[in-house]
T-cell receptor
Framework: GNSVTQMEGPVTLSEEAFLTINCTYT??????LFWYVQYPGEGLQLLLK?????DKGSNKGFEATYRKETTSFHLEKGSVQVSDSAVYFC????????????FGRGTQLTVWP | GAVVSQHPSWVICKSGTSVKIECRSL??????MFWYRQFPKQSLMLMAT?????????EQGVEKDKFLINHASLTLSTLTVTSAHPEDSSFYIC????????????FGSGTRLTVV
C-alpha cells in the first residue's frame, strides 16, 4: 500500500542552524511527493512538491529532492529562522483517488533565537 | 493558489448536541472534498472522501451515522458531528480538489471542536 514515514520529532534548533527532516515512502509506481507546513492553530499549507524522480522542490529556502532509488524526499534548509517553527508533514499522492494524500505523522520543529 | 474557506474556525458545544462545519471552495469547483481529523501531536487521519452529488466514502472505523457528510454542490461540503461527546473534541480539516488532474488539493484552515 501507500505510506509515508517521517522522522520522529520534536526537532529543536537554534536560529541559523541547518535543518534536515527525513521522509521515506512506500508506493507503487511513481507518486508525487509533497511537504506541507502547519503553523499553530492553522490548517496545512503546501510548502513544496516534486512530481517525478530527481525533481527538486523548493520554496522559502526549503528544498527536497525526489530520490526514487532510496524512496526518499528529505526536507532541508540551510539556515532556519524562528518563524519556521511549525509542524511539517511529508505526503504522497498516488492518483488512485484524485486529491487523496497520504501523510506522514508530522515533525514538530522549534527554532530558538 | 486556490482558496478553501472552512467555518467556523473554532466551536464549543455541549455533549449531546450537533455541530456543523462548512468547507467552501471560493474560486474553483471542488469535485472532491476530503475530511480529516487531527489528534494532538499526531498526523491527519482521513475520515471520508466526498464527491459532489454522491454519498461520501468513509474510511474504516469512522462512524458514518455520527459524522454526516454532505457535498451537495461543487463549492460546498459540510461535516456534521451528531450527538457530540467529549472524545469527539479534535481539530477537523477539510481539503478540496478541483479534478484538474494531478494532486491539486487545497486545505481549509481547520476547525477546533471542543465538546464540554
Amino acid at each position: 500500500g501507500n505510506s509515508v514515514t517521517q522522522m520522529e520529532g520534536p526537532v529543536t534548533l537554534s536560529e541559523e542552524a541547518f535543518l534536515t527532516i527525513n521522509c521515506t515512502y512506500t508506493a507503487t509506481g511513481y507518486p508525487s511527493l509533497f511537504w506541507y507546513v502547519q503553523y499553530p492553530g492553522e490548517g496545512l499549507q503546501l510548502l513544496l512538491k516534486a512530481t517525478k524522480a530527481d525533481d527538486k522542490g523548493s520554496n522559502k529556502g526549503f528544498e527536497a529532492t525526489y530520490r526514487k532509488e532510496t524512496t526518499s524526499f528529505h526536507l532541508e534548509k540551510g539556515s532556519v529562522q524562528v518563524s519556521d517553527s511549525a509542524v511539517y508533514f511529508c505526503a504522497l499522492y498516488r492518483g488512485s483517488t484524485l486529491g487523496r494524500l497520504y501523510f506522514g505523522r508530522g515533525t514538530q520543529l522549534t527554532v530558538w533565537p | 493558489g486556490a482558496v478553501v474557506s472552512q467555518h467556523p474556525s473554532w466551536v464549543i458545544c455541549k455533549s449531546g448536541t450537533s455541530v456543523k462545519i462548512e468547507c467552501r471552495s471560493l474560486d474553483f469547483q471542488a469535485t472532491t472534498m476530503f475530511w480529516y481529523r487531527q489528534f494532538p501531536k499526531q498526523s491527519l487521519m482521513l475520515m471520508a472522501t466526498s464527491n459532489e452529488g454522491s454519498k461520501a466514502t468513509y474510511e474504516q472505523g469512522v462512524e458514518k451515522d455520527k459524522f454526516l457528510i454532505n457535498h451537495a454542490s461543487l463549492t460546498l461540503s459540510t461535516l456534521t458531528v451528531t450527538s457530540a461527546h467529549p472524545e469527539d473534541s479534535s481539530f477537523y480539516i477539510c481539503s478540496a480538489s478541483g479534478g484538474q488532474g494531478g494532486p491539486y488539493t487545497f486545505f481549509g484552515s481547520g476547525t477546533r471542536l471542543t465538546v464540554v
